[in-house]
Structure formats: C-alpha cells, structure tokens
C-alpha cells in the first residue's frame, strides 16, 4: 500500500501552541518521511525529515515523532508563531527510488 | 534566477486548447518531476526525468505530454483537457533520485479548463 494518510485536514491554534499533525503509512519499504511546509503562491520546501532508525528529531521549534512499529510519526511545532501559517504535508520515500509518496496536507492557521 | 522557476504562473485554457508549462532548474540537478496539486488530496507524481530520459509515466493520461530537452529544463504540454484536469502543477528538481534527495520545487502553474 503506497498511501500515507495525514491528519487533521485543517488546524487553529493560538500563538504560542503546540499544533500536532498526524501521519500513517503501510508499506514498511518506506525508509525516509521528509516534511515540506508550502506557503500561499509558492511550492512546498521541506521543513524537517527523519529517518526509521531515530524515535525524534528536533530542528529548532519543529520536531518530528516516529514510531516505528505502530508506523505512524508526526510534526509537533512548538511555540508557534503567525508565520508558521501554511500547509504542511508529510511524506514517505523508498531507498534508491525518485518516488516521493504525499499526505494530503494539513492546513495550519497560527492566531495572533 | 535562482532556484525552480515556472512559467506561466497561471494559464487558462478551453478544452480544444493546446499549451505548454515550462520549467527550468538553476541548481545544477539532474533529476526533474511534475506534481499535480489538487485542493485536499496529495500531491501526485506525474512524471520524472533523469538525465533527460524519462523514468517514471504514473498513469497520466496522454493529453499530458512531457519533454526534457536538457537537465535544466522541463515542459509539458497541454492538448484536450478535460475541466478536472484544472489543478496547481508543479515542478521539482533533486540531485540524483536517491530517497535522502531533497525534492525542489518551483511556484506552479495554476491551470483552469474551461
């Protein structure tokens, strides 16, 4: 199974909390989950990335859960900010492969 | 230049149309894919090239036809489409294929079909 499902669909959250997106996959080939951050009018860029053989991985206020058997990891963003306002879509590479398999995204909106 | 660019940035077309998106790397990749965006659903891979020969068709339908003439560059071509074929289309550029690759991607082109 090449899916990877992604939730929620959208998130609000106050300046300052702790928003959390939900990724699951399948296929257990899969051995790289890059995050990408998308802004309105620009392509996704990638934010953070892990791999199965680490638990966590923190890169400033972003951090990224893995659990490796329920196959299952997520972004946790602390002390969020205005700015970090965006569409956030997990993923899910093969070694050696160019196929990058996609979430559908999660719609993040930070209030002031 | 720098970066993943893309022209144009929005484009719309009747379903007799044909046109063409262009894309062009400046950061010395040698792989290039195109993504179809539709709203709440994933990215899908439509095609890579590496080293200008394509490896990867997923199943796109042949009113979509692309070409690499060179590592830099990447068009697709637009003949017949349908209304749903209206999406954000995007292109990316990673150097080599391997997984740890970070994909790059330019701003789109957002496509309507009348």
């Known amino acids: 199974q090449q899916q990877v499902k992604q939730s929620p669909q959208s998130l609000i959250v106050q300046k300052g909390g702790i928003p959390i997106i939900n990724c699951a996959y399948e296929?257990?080939?899969?051995?790289?989950f890059p995050w990408y951050q998308q802004f309105p009018g620009k392509g996704p860029a990638l934010l953070i990335a892990?791999?199965?053989?680490?638990s966590e991985k923190k890169e400033g206020r972003f951090t990224i859960s893995f659990n490796k058997s329920a196959k299952q990891f997520s972004l946790h963003i602390m002390d969020s900010q205005p700015g970090d306002s965006a569409t956030y879509f997990c993923?899910?590479?093969?070694?050696?492969?160019?196929?990058?398999?996609f979430g559908a995204g999660t719609r993040l909106f930070v209030k002031a | 230049e720098t970066g993943v660019t893309q022209t144009p940035r929005h484009l719309v077309m009747g379903m007799t149309n044909k046109k063409s998106l262009k894309c062009e790397q400046h950061?010395?990749?040698?792989?290039m894919y195109w993504y179809k965006q539709s709203a709440k659903k994933p990215l899908e891979l439509m095609f890579v090239?590496?080293?200008?020969?394509?490896?990867e068709n997923n199943s796109v339908p042949s009113r979509f036809s692309p070409e690499c003439p060179n590592s830099s560059h990447l068009f697709l071509h637009l003949h017949t489409l349908q209304p749903e074929d209206s999406a954000l289309y995007l292109c990316?550029?990673?150097?080599?294929?391997?997984?740890?690759?970070?994909?790059?991607f330019g701003p789109g082109t957002r496509l309507t079909v009348l």
């Open positions: 990316a550029s990673s150097q080599g294929w391997n997984s740890y690759n970070e994909q790059f």
């Open positions: 296929n257990t080939a899969f051995d790289y």
């Open positions: 993923a899910a590479t093969f070694t050696g492969g160019f196929k990058t398999i």
């Open positions: 090239y590496s080293l200008e020969e394509r490896v």
């Open positions: 950061l010395g990749h040698n792989a």
């Open positions: 892990i791999r199965p053989d680490v």
